[in-house]
């Protein structure tokens, strides 16, 4: 999903797509409010488009609590890495950044802030299990993006701040299960980071709820028997 332009290029894209789709039974999108945006693009009905939560591939979900280690943020697509660091800037706490070239560029490492490139999924999921908690920054976009990020970290008991996007918020209820910023709003988000590393109470909440939220509609089991069902319910 992209932004819409005046441009002939993006006109005949969008009829390509329209064509291609216009004979398929169901779409399963990961966010609610792709139903309506998918269906505008498609010009398609949206009876034809099913929400349903996406799944993480943890195994099995458990609390692996570390409440005094460093900050994970870490994704490939849609990052706002940016506002972390102005967020970040001079704070008591560690944080550490994960990323690509692309959404990392610019970035570099200060004496509270570690950046990584590129590292292997092994080891991102080694310093995920291990850090105190997650934060996803992401860039306004009508694209849901941060999902994978987000549910590994509370299937693995890890709160999570995450910004208020397409991609977050059929996922998070803030102060739930997670914690919710308005985009590119560093305050917000430095004063989220603060909240949270000093309520420990805080955190064990979001972190019992994030995994029960988890259990009960993100694993791959929940989620391929929803398919199923809806697979069911065309034939």
């Known amino acids: ?16 797509q329209r064509r291609i789709f216009s004979s398929v039974d169901m779409i399963i999108v990961s966010s609610s409010e792709e139903v309506e945006r998918y ?7 949206k009876g ?16 692996k609590y570390f409440p005094n280690s460093y900050i994970l943020s870490a994704g490939h697509t849609g990052r706002d890495f940016h ?7 001079d704070l008591p706490y560690r944080f550490l950044i994960i990323g690509n070239h692309e ?8 004496n509270n802030i570690d950046v990584m ?35 590994e970290a509370m299937a693995l008991g890890k709160p999570v701040i995450a910004t208020d996007m397409v991609g977050t918020r059929d996922y998070i209820r803030s102060g739930y299960n997670g914690i919710l910023v308005p ?3 560093s305050i917000s988000l430095r004063n989220a980071i603060c909240n949270l590393c000093e309520d420990t109470f805080l955190q064990r909440t979001l972190a019992k709820n994030g995994v029960s939220f988890i ?20 034939l």
């Open 1 to 16: 999903m992209d932004e819409e332009t005046p441009t002939i290029r993006w006109r005949a894209k969008r009829a390509i």
């Open 39 to 45: 269906s505008k693009r498609l010009n398609l009905p």
């Open 48 to 63: 034809k488009f099913r929400f349903i939560h996406f799944h993480t591939d943890i195994v099995e979900p458990n609390i």
């Open 83 to 89: 506002t972390l660091l102005e967020a970040a800037r």
């Open 103 to 110: 959404n990392a560029k610019g970035l570099t490492s200060s």
């Open 117 to 151: 490139i590129n590292i292997p999924r092994k080891d991102y999921l080694e310093y995920l299990e291990n850090c105190s908690f997650v934060v996803v920054p992401l860039k306004t976009s009508l694209r849901s993006t941060g999902q994978v990020v987000l549910l």
């Open 183 to 185: 985009p590119s709003d």
């Open 215 to 234: 259990e009960k509609n993100c694993t791959f089991d929940a989620y391929a028997g929803k398919i199923l069902g809806t697979v069911d319910s065309i």
